[in-house]
């Protein structure tokens, strides 16, 4: 793609009407119009369905939380430069959650697990938040409230490696289904920066031994970052170049020893003992925010089929035109399909102009003949005429795309 013609996703998202910031809002704390919000409701629809596949249940936590949690994760001790100040409140002290992952043990702890229900997988999207600076922060890219499609795998010792794979499955299948290239980097802690992290060497060493295995047992290649760690344990980062070149961190898996033992859960093995289980933090997407920013960009607007907000956008002709293009949209709603309709008094031809210059991928032309025929006259956004079609056969082209991601 000519460098020219490559606009950011602030651009695009102003010109789509997707998403935009107001200074009476703030700085980092986009809000999302419809059909940006559509978008995120596809991913989280889609993340879902693949979570579920995979054996994960779904929780609900707040956004805020007693300071204590806090102290008690070490995201106090070694995070709180990037975190929202105390809120004190008639006697109590609350904090806006920096991450997800206090609140998710909470859950696990809240009653005995047998080794027979091991392991326990918690997802949720959330919003978390950081507080960044001003400087930093860049459309959806970086932002104060982000969310994550944040789950967490509790799992014996002798399950861990399987919970990786599976938890690295999901994420090469949504850069597969998004048509995205990427690399594997094992971020490491830096042993020179010790103050940074939780735990000792021995325990770092063994979490970062084990991630090593896992990734060479499964013969993929992956490129070592030292100091790019979380502070309580190693991670995997999947990380993407778009089609324009850029890259991206987005999906990401750690391995964590460290918040079990701060939070000292447990579950009962075979012998009735209590044994302490491996924590595995997952996110696919990374944050939704960061996530739309780079497939907006990825796609220069142009969604593909499955993905885009308004999949046709209908126009008839005329005003008496009208009546059958409600028809035509009714069915189509009924059946899955985003639709609009553009019933302005302007000419076909600036209908068409300003339909392919949202990236509509289809324009449904509605005539005379169509609503004789009871039918839509096809094209593509890029110029490509597909001629009349009956509606229910239009439908079948959609749904197709649909299921196979294009």
Same mark, same amino acid.
Not at 85 to 97: H, I
Not at 194 to 213: A, I, R
Not at 303 to 308: E, H, Q
Not at 362 to 386: F, N, T
């Given at each position: ?36 919000? =559509? ?37 106090? *001790? ?48 959330? =919003?978390?938040?950081?507080? *960044?600076?001003?400087? *930093? ?114 999906? =990401? ?116 003949? *169509? ?16 001629? =009349? ?18």
């Amino acid at each position: 793609m000519d460098k020219k013609q490559i606009k950011s996703h602030q651009q695009i998202g102003q010109e789509q009407d997707l998403f935009f910031l107001t200074d009476i809002v703030g700085s980092g704390l986009p809000l999302f119009a419809p059909k940006g919000a =559509t978008l995120r409701r596809i991913l989280q629809k889609y993340i879902d369905e693949q979570l579920e596949k995979q054996g994960y249940e779904f929780v609900w936590i707040p956004h805020i939380a007693k300071k204590s949690l806090y102290e008690k994760s070490g995201h106090l *001790e070694k995070f709180s430069d990037d975190m929202f100040p105390v809120m004190k409140t008639k006697g109590r002290e609350y904090m806006l959650k920096p991450a997800n992952c206090p609140h998710h043990i909470q859950i696990f702890a809240r009653k005995p697990h047998s080794y027979r229900e091991m392991p326990q997988r918690y997802a949720e999207s959330t =919003t978390q938040y950081r507080s *960044e600076q001003s400087g *930093e922060l860049e459309g959806l890219a970086r932002v104060l409230a982000l969310t994550l499609d944040d789950s967490h795998v509790f799992a014996r010792p002798d399950q861990i490696k399987e919970e990786f794979r599976r938890a690295l499955a999901i994420n090469r299948q949504m850069l597969t289904d998004f048509k995205l290239d990427y690399w594997i980097r094992l971020s490491e802690w830096d042993p020179k920066n010790k103050s940074k992290y939780l735990g000792d060497k021995k325990v770092w060493e063994s979490m970062q031994s084990l991630m090593e295995e896992i990734l060479k047992e499964s013969k993929i290649e992956y490129k070592k970052a030292e100091g790019e760690a979380a502070f309580y344990g190693p991670k995997m980062d999947l990380m993407t170049t778009d089609s324009n070149r850029k890259e991206w961190q987005v999906s =990401t898996i750690q391995v964590d020893f460290n918040l079990p033992e701060r939070f000292n859960i447990s579950y009962i093995d075979e012998t009735g003992n209590k044994k302490r289980p491996v924590m595995l933090h997952r996110a696919t997407y990374g944050s939704y925010e960061r996530f739309l920013a780079m497939v907006i960009e990825h796609f220069q607007g142009a969604f593909p089929t499955w993905l885009a907000p308004v999949q046709i956008m209908l126009l008839p002709i005329a005003d008496r035109h009208h009546e059958h293009a409600e028809k035509v949209k009714k069915e189509m709603l009924e059946n899955g399909i985003r639709i609009e309709t553009d019933t302005r008094s302007e000419r076909l031809q600036a209908k068409i102009r300003d339909a392919t210059l949202q990236k509509v991928p289809y324009l449904g032309i509605i005539g005379d003949k *169509e609503v004789e025929e009871a039918s839509l006259s096809v094209r593509r956004r890029d110029g490509e005429d597909l001629g =009349t079609m009956s509606i229910s056969s239009f439908i079948q082209k959609i749904k197709q795309e649909i299921d196979k991601k294009i």
